[in-house]
């Protein structure tokens, strides 16, 4: 996606976190990713948890037209509810002051994601093993504070099957599951009886849950460990656990194709909203 907008900012926000030093990298690694193309005049980030914080960052930005996009999983609690409230926006473009504010779709509800979670399925598994014979599992939080936080999961889920082996997507099963809310993750054995079964985080980063919580609602820790850069839990697969072979890979954000993504965000809302 070739976008050109020197003199417009674009703001990337993140959750972070207190307690994971892993959960705000892959913002910032895409943010690097979008500043070595030259498409803004500048590009930052902030963060729900960490510095600089959403309230921060507006004294930061010297342009007056700025796109936000959230790098965010899901359109749930956070986007619908705690970004606006916290950007002090309305809407789909806002006046602050002199600058204008034109606030994207998160990440996670992109087309290109179905790609990149057949990807990332398929890039981890030995080459023996028989796609055809192996379930697919799509993992994410949920929550009861917005039941749109599992939708971009339950899409994903659908738009995979509904792929042909022609489309590198012939899986016996896909499935979704969460921590927590049913369909949970701990019960990965009896949602499927594949002998192979491959669990991708719908996850923006390898924090607390992905890296740390999942691990062993799975069966593969148990107790939860150190940081995703302290650790080596996704070099270990796979896993054999009851007679079955359990491959789990790292959060779907920290590929790099995201950087890519953010960039789409901005052109469906110029395309969409300002035209």
Excluded at 41 to 59: D, I, L, M, N, T
Excluded at 148 to 154: R, V
Excluded at 191 to 208: K, R, S
């Amino acid at each position: 996606m070739q976008i050109r907008k020197p003199d417009s900012a674009l703001l990337i926000l993140g959750h972070g976190s207190t307690e994971n030093p892993d959960s705000s990298q892959p913002t910032w690694d895409h943010a690097e990713s979008i500043i070595r193309t030259g498409a803004f005049g500048s590009v930052h980030c902030a963060f729900w948890k960490e510095e600089p914080s959403f309230r921060q960052v507006w004294p930061m930005i010297e342009e007056n037209e700025i796109y936000v996009v959230p790098n965010f999983i899901s359109e749930g609690y956070f986007t619908r509810q705690v970004i606006p409230r916290e950007l002090e926006i309305e809407g789909h473009s806002s006046q602050r002051g002199e600058k204008k504010i034109h606030y994207c779709d998160p990440v996670g509800i992109h087309d290109r994601m179905t790609d990149l979670l057949i990807k990332r399925a398929l890039e981890i598994i030995d080459d023996g093993t028989k796609v055809e014979e192996t379930a697919l599992i799509i993992v994410g939080h949920g929550t009861n504070l917005n039941k749109k936080s599992t939708e971009a999961i339950k899409d994903q889920v659908t738009a995979i099957r509904e792929r042909g082996p022609e489309q590198g997507a012939a899986f016996a099963e896909v499935l979704d599951a969460y921590m927590e809310e049913a369909p949970f993750i701990a019960d990965w054995k009896e949602m499927t009886d594949a002998g192979t079964v491959v669990v991708v985080p719908f996850f923006i980063a390898d924090a607390l849950h992905s890296y740390q919580d999942i691990p062993v609602l799975l069966g593969i820790e148990s107790e939860p460990t150190a940081a995703a850069s302290q650790q080596e839990v996704f070099r270990r697969n796979p896993y054999e656990i009851d007679g079955r072979t359990l491959y789990y890979s790292s959060a779907i954000g920290t590929d790099a194709s995201l950087a890519e993504v953010i960039l789409d965000q901005v052109a469906y809302f110029d395309e969409h909203y300002l035209s």
